[in-house]
Structures are given as structure tokens and as C-alpha cells.
T-cell receptor, first 118, second 114 residues
Framework: GAVVSQHPSWVICKSGTSVKIECRSL??????MFWYRQFPKQSLMLMAT?????????EQGVEKDKFLINHASLTLSTLTVTSAHPEDSSFYIC??????????????FGNGTRLTVT | AQSVTQLDSHVSVSEGTPVLLRCNYS??????LFWYVQHPNKGLQLLLK??????LVKGINGFEAEFKKSETSFHLTKPSAHMSDAAEYFC????????????FGSGTQLTVLP
């Protein structure tokens, strides 16, 4: 089945530094990937839609200069949390859609990245 | 517009007893519906999906869900719970009539007691 690999699985960084999270589709091409944020015991919140070869589409309230997304190839999207602060600590999950069925096709998720900013 | 409501934030069952996780949705168009499971510190895994074919959908690990348009429901069931079923479950709706992305329910934490 389709596999989405996310790296790192966890990261601890100091306040003010930047952290890059990678999301790879291992056995399929993904022109679109999605980045979510999940707070403890809450559902997923869509942050942005990453489009290969073009700018990401950010959801309302998500700072695009804070959360930089790059989708340079059909198998890789990256999320960089710039100048991280403790309030950015969260669980970040990426996903990609397999198939050409549009919203009918299910998403496949990475295993998430636990970010802790000290 | 679309929305999804998971009626129970926590469900607790004994091992070997049936599981029922409730989900109601609203959608302007004919929706696609999904159930995902999330184990601690992991991503989401697809359990099953409904996309306008058979209304009773069978998924992995013995789970199934029935799409009931008249009740706008898509409840997840399993005849006999196993300890490994303990996890967070998300009901997700996709409005095929629009370009919006998926809408996630708030999740239901399933606890399985020995």
C-alpha cells in the first residue's frame, strides 16, 4: 500500500531556532500534500496544502512566514517552523492523497513529528 | 458547507464486547466518508471509506460502518473488541461537490478493558 514517510519522528529545539520536517511519498507521486497540526487530545487542524512546483495554500490564521512549506518534487514536501517558540510545540502530521479520485480518494498519513520547543 | 460530529469523546468497552463509535455529518452534496484510527504518537491509518457504492462498508481489523443518508450517520462498529483496538478514532467527511479538503471530527478515544 501507499506509504508516507515523515522525518524526524520527534525533535527538541531551543526557542528561536528553526526546524525542518520532511514528508515523503515512498511508492507514489504526490502533487499535493497536506500539513496538519494536532494539539493534545484534539483533532487535526489543516495548516496548509502543499502543491508541487507552486506556492502552498495556507488556511486562515496560519502564518505563512512562520511555517514555510516547500514542495520541490513529486515525492517530497518540507515544513520549516521558523524562529520556533514554545507555543509552536505540537504534533505535526503530513498526508498525501493516492489516486485520481479527488476528494473520494483517501489520504495516507505520515507517522507525525512531535516538536518540543524549550 | 460540511461538518462532522462525533457524539462521544470517550468510549469504554470490555474486551470481547461490541464497539459502537457514533458519527453524524452534514454536507451540501453527496459526501465521501472515512474512518481513521490513530495510535499514540502515530499518524492516522485508514480503516474504511464510503464513496457512494454499498452503504455497508467493511474495513480492516473487523471494523465496518453503515452509511445512513436519512439519519446523516456513519457509525463505526465492531462485533468484538480487542485490546489492540484501544486508540483514537476519527470520522472524516469530504464534500465531493466542492474543492474543500477533508473535515475531521473531534475524535473518539476508545478504551478496551480486560
Amino acid at each position: 500500500g501507499a506509504v508516507v514517510s515523515q522525518h524526524p519522528s520527534w525533535v527538541i529545539c531551543k526557542s528561536g531556532t528553526s526546524v525542518k520536517i520532511e514528508c515523503r511519498s515512498l511508492d507514489f507521486q504526490a502533487t499535493t500534500m497536506f500539513w496538519y497540526r494536532q494539539f493534545p487530545k484534539q483533532s487535526l487542524m489543516l495548516m496548509a496544502t502543499s502543491n508541487e512546483g507552486s506556492k502552498a495554500t495556507y488556511e486562515q490564521g496560519v502564518e505563512k512566514d512562520k511555517f514555510l512549506i516547500n514542495h520541490a518534487s513529486l515525492t517530497l514536501s518540507t515544513l520549516t517552523v521558523t524562529s520556533a517558540h514554545p507555543e509552536d510545540s505540537s504534533f505535526y502530521i503530513c498526508s498525501a492523497r493516492v489516486g485520481t479520485g479527488g476528494n473520494n480518494s483517501p489520504l495516507h498519513f505520515g507517522n507525525g513529528t512531535r516538536l518540543t520547543v524549550t | 458547507a460540511q461538518s462532522v460530529t462525533q457524539l462521544d469523546s470517550h468510549v469504554s468497552v470490555s474486551e470481547g464486547t461490541p464497539v459502537l463509535l457514533r458519527c453524524n455529518y452534514s454536507s451540501s452534496y453527496s459526501p465521501s466518508l472515512f474512518w481513521y484510527v490513530q495510535h499514540p504518537n502515530k499518524g492516522l491509518q485508514l480503516l474504511l471509506k464510503y464513496t457512494s457504492a454499498a452503504t455497508l462498508v467493511k474495513g480492516i481489523n473487523g471494523f465496518e460502518a453503515e452509511f445512513k443518508k436519512s439519519e446523516t450517520s456513519f457509525h463505526l462498529t465492531k462485533p468484538s473488541a480487542h485490546m489492540s483496538d484501544a486508540a483514537e478514532y476519527f470520522c472524516v467527511v469530504s464534500d465531493r461537490g466542492s474543492a474543500r479538503q477533508l473535515t475531521f471530527g473531534s475524535g473518539t478515544q476508545l478504551t478496551v478493558l480486560p
